[in-house]
């Protein structure tokens, strides 16, 4: 049963100026790239990767709208309810993993780097954010072993420019098993072609709308193919996705309608 | 042998994705009738303008149900053009669920579906989460039979009224809707509840209250069913709290002539459909029936 | 820590045994008060005349709650002086269920049960399985106001008028019972429902339809103690689907001043409100609430 | 969960003139002393002791009323329904143990005497009825290795008169380490009083008037002790039926008014 548990914060650590993250005392052993959803009383309630997977759990916050805001204003021994973990996690089964990560899409990227690396597996991570102070989970990607390539909008770290120039870049050289992204839809869009011209499968994690979170409002559904984002989601394949003419282009706001991401097609 | 022929449409199973799952789009509803296996499909409730609902959670799990509060968000009737054309390729008989806030909103709304092309309009008089929409007509006799009559003054598809049991009669209102021309009841919507967290002291759903849907939801369901059956002769759609060939069997015992499934979906997956229509199946082959309609009423 | 007043009465603790559960004669009453830990113990409905009730099976078990239809079975209000003396000496206030068929029947029981020595009285205007008593006045504000008045003319005690959800605006009936002078309300007697047996194609119950309890019922029955709650300043008596310390609590924090306990008793036995009470005494200090008090209609 | 199960009856035996056995197609594993609530639909439901206790289980009824008669018109194949077993069974602690049983009232206590004479206890029984033909189970308990004394009210079989008789003039010459008996309330009364005076601990299995059947309406409830006959019984020890003024003198109808048994104490 799917039922919500109040869960309490032991621990807050200010990732970036933007950027917080909140241990729990709850242990939801959740797979790298499932979500819970996480309620603030009389606020509201959205889905969140678990960012740290094992153990006590934890949840990776950029400040955006309202909710975000009061959720970023709770201190050690607040209280907030957790429903999960739910979803689809990441599958990994190649030796040679790259991860490319826009913003706040690193959350659930970090811990399967670091369950990959203690498997044995060889990690690559393509870290992006608009600046340097932004820039999520390096360290504790270096920390676990993980070769880390950085890149910032505004030069201030790294490579000056998107994480898809480095991507580009790097795989005239290198080539990998698998591919893993999270961030800015239009970036894992981008990722997806330039991974699929060397042919290396590649898993995105989707963000939609969520009203349900457990698969039967619709609200969260692909158009194309009908997958719930919530449900067989938010990780896909490559495959999924293509089936899809929605991914890349649009998504649908609370009331269901059609916003495009850039110019409609 | 499942199949059934209701108010003029073909269907290869008496069971029907009920309205508000999984209802919002096009390629959802084509993928519950493609790979679910429903017999027909029931849209999301529609209206006038595009909804954002209530906020979060809208959803919440109970030990033997389920609570929502979506609060009839929807993208609005005229962006709702092309969800229709692609749930058709599901290729089942597509029923256009309504709303309003006013008489004149349910006719336009299913005028406009009429025009898309749906096979049935279902009015929903049921649902308990948003002020003077839903519930507010199906709690009175004069406003139901108002709405119904309005409607089939414009419309000319078959009219289904959706009504709930939280209405004092729910009898008189079936009634009240049959006069007023509708050629099917549907019975029921969720129920009106709630639950608070005694941890936090607060009430869980974004909205507060909600609707109780799930098996806890079939006996006064079944019940509803069975006391309108008695009383009109116009077909009764059974809903709530199916998840087994036995729960829909028990409906159609009851006086209905066909189910939807709702929230049935979480515990058993999109194929639900196919999976109690080979209960129901089974049954019958056990039992010697070779019909549907060899059921249908049995109880009363 | 658990002991409350309530109107006028002293209580240890806010559990009641909900009416029609061992309590149909002195000996289950006073055994319910002394072994089980009530605070306090609802009598039987009782009426003008013996009445033995609707035929077996008047009880049926079902997967998330139970349906009864016992029918009103009661030896009448003549035969029941030597109940309530016998159920005195559980030494724990006796509330006194009635009904009628009639205002004047309501009146005269409530009366003479005064006599016995009740320490109030609770109209049942929420039993949805006989026709004209019950439920019948619990649907309508007009007559729900009416019966309330009646009583209160000429009986001294207070009354506690209980009702139904099935009645379209609950909170609407509640506010008409206040009006007319009562005391108290009770929320939620069971709900009308069925079962029929798809093996044998029968309704279950003798009667055929019955009444919902247990825990299905009580994410609806929160919802009408939230609801009338708010719009009344009558204590407000919770009831339905209790079996733990967390279901009591989370009826409290909805504005409940006390609750009734009734098919609970199947799955933790008569000592339930002792069990219970200590599931609230222990939430209490862990949360440092010193009075039930503190918790009270704190999710309004 | 106490739900209800449907049945189909295999065989029908008459045992009597107005006594039947149905042997169902369920086994309910029932201790000797156990009921059953058995439904006819459309017609009533009735607590029924299990006459056959393991394997196919057995009820044994006596042709009374609407609903008996009924339910002895249906045949090999007829569906009934069954709630059960429900309630206590007799509990059997010594060796040489004695019943007496007044018509349908062997019903529970033949499955109870097979058990015993099978743990190696030995087993003696007085069965009376009206006349010789409504002898119940008689050759069962033979069968079985029971030392069986039989009485009449008419004297066409046995001894002419009550088992009450049979019984004083029985423990003239021996004692027995228990007593279980069922019949009519009166008798069981006498047999408790005989049984007492030499000092035998009894155990009586009650009828009363049953609507649930399972412990929450109160129909069945012992006035003096607030002992549900369906719950805490139906079977009690002597001492807890010494606490309840009502055993042997009253019982209560379906509308819970008293109905005394002789004149009024
Ligand atoms: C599976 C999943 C995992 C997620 N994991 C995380 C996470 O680990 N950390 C995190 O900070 N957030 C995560 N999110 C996003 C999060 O749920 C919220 O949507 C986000 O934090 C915005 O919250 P808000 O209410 O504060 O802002 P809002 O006020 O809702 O929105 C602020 C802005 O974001 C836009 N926006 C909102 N939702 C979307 C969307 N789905 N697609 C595109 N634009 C949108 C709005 O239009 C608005 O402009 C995840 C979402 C999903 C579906
Ligand atoms: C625990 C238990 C086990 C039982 N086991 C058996 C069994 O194995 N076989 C069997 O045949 N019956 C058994 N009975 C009795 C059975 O349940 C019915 O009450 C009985 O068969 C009468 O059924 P009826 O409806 O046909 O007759 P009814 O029409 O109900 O009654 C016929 C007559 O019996 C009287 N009567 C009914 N109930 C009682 C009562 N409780 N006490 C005194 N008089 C009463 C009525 O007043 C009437 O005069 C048992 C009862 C109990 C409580
Ligand atoms: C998430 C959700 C959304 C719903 N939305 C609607 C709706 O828009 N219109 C409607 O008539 N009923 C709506 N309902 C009610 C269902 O159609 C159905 O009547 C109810 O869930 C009972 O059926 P079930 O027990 O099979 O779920 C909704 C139910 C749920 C759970
Ligand atoms: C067997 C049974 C008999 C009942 N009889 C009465 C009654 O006589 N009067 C009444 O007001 N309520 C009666 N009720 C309703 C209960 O008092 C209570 O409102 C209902 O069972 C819901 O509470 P619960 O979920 O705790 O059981 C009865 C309920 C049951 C199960
Ligand atoms: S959010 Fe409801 S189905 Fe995904
Ligand atoms: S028959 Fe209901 S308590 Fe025993």
């Known amino acids: 049963m799917n ?40 606020v509201d309630e959205k889905p969140m990767s678990v960012s740290y997977t094992s153990g006590d759990m934890g949840i990776t916050i950029l400040e955006l709208g309202d909710f975000t805001r009061r959720l970023c204003e709770l201190k050690v021994g607040g209280k907030i309810g957790i429903r999960g973990p739910m979803g689809r996690g990441f599958k990994v089964y190649g030796d040679r993993l790259l991860l490319v990560g826009g913003g706040v899409g690193m959350a659930p990227l970090a811990p399967l780097a670091e369950d990959a690396i203690k498997e044995g597996k060889e990690v690559t991570a393509i870290v992006g954010a608009i600046t340097a102070k932004e820039l999520l989970f390096v360290e504790r990607l270096k920390k676990a072993g993980v070769r880390v390539f950085v890149s910032t909008d505004d030069g201030t770290a790294g490579y000056k420019g998107f994480t898809t120039d480095v991507l580009q870049e790097l795989l005239q050289k290198e080539t990998f098993d698998q591919c893993f992204t999270c961030g800015p839809e239009i970036m894992m869009f981008k990722v997806l072609n330039i991974a699929e011209d060397k042919e290396i499968p590649t898993q995105a994690s989707l963000h939609r709308y969520f009203k349900c979170g457990i698969g039967i409002c619709g609200h969260c559904v692909l158009d194309g193919t009908g997958l719930r984002v919530c449900k067989e989601g938010p990780t896909f394949r490559d495959k999924e996705l293509r089936k899809s003419h929605e991914f890349g282009y649009y998504w649908r706001n609370a009331a269901g309608q059609k916003i495009y991401f850039g110019v409609k097609k | 042998m499942l199949d059934i022929e209701l108010l003029g449409m073909e269907l290869k199973n008496p069971l029907m994705l009920a309205s508000g799952i999984l209802g919002v789009s096009g390629a959802s509803l084509k993928r519950v009738a493609l790979s679910g296996g429903a017999g027909a499909i029931v849209t999301k409730s529609i209206g006038m303008t595009p909804r954002e609902g209530h906020r979060n959670p809208t959803f919440v799990e109970l030990d033997n149900g389920y609570l929502s509060a979506i609060g009839l968000a929807n993208p609005g009737y005229v962006e709702f053009e092309e969800e229709i054309d692609v749930a058709k390729a599901g290729n089942v008989p597509i029923i256009a669920s309504v709303y309003g806030f006013s008489f004149r909103e349910y006719v336009e709304v299913g005028r406009v579906m009429e025009g898309y092309g749906a096979d049935a309009i279902e009015l929903n008089l049921s649902y308990p989460n948003v002020g003077k929409a839903g519930a507010f007509y199906g709690y009175s006799e004069e406003l139901a039979h108002e709405v119904v009559a309005e409607v089939k003054k414009e419309v000319n598809l078959p009219v289904i009224a959706k009504l709930t049991a939280g209405a004092g009669d729910i009898v008189a209102i079936a009634k009240a809707c049959e006069d007023a021309g509708a050629d099917g009841i549907t019975a029921i919507g969720s129920l009106r509840a709630m639950k608070i ?90 039992n010697g029936y070779s019909g549907i309609d060899e059921i249908i009423g049995l109880a009363l």
């Open chain 1, 3 to 42: 039922t919500m548990e109040i869960a309490k914060i032991k621990r807050v650590v200010k990732d970036t100026q933007r950027i917080k993250t909140f241990i729990l005392d709850i242990d939801v052993s959740a797979i790298p790239g499932q979500f819970v959803m996480v309620w603030l009383p009389d």
């Open chain 2, 197 to 286: 967290d005694i941890e936090t002291g607060r009430p869980v759903l974004g909205n507060k209250m909600g609707g109780l849907s799930g098996s806890c939801i079939k006996p006064i369901a079944v019940r509803c069913v069975y006391e309108i059956s008695r009383e009109v002769s116009i077909p009764v759609i059974g809903c709530g709290g199916i998840t087994t060939g036995e729960d829909a069997i028990e409906y159609f015992m009851a006086g209905a002539n066909a189910v939807q499934i709702g929230t049935g979906l979480l515990s058993r997956g999109i194929t639900i459909f196919k999976k109690v229509s080979l209960e129901i199946k089974e049954y019958m082959e056990e």
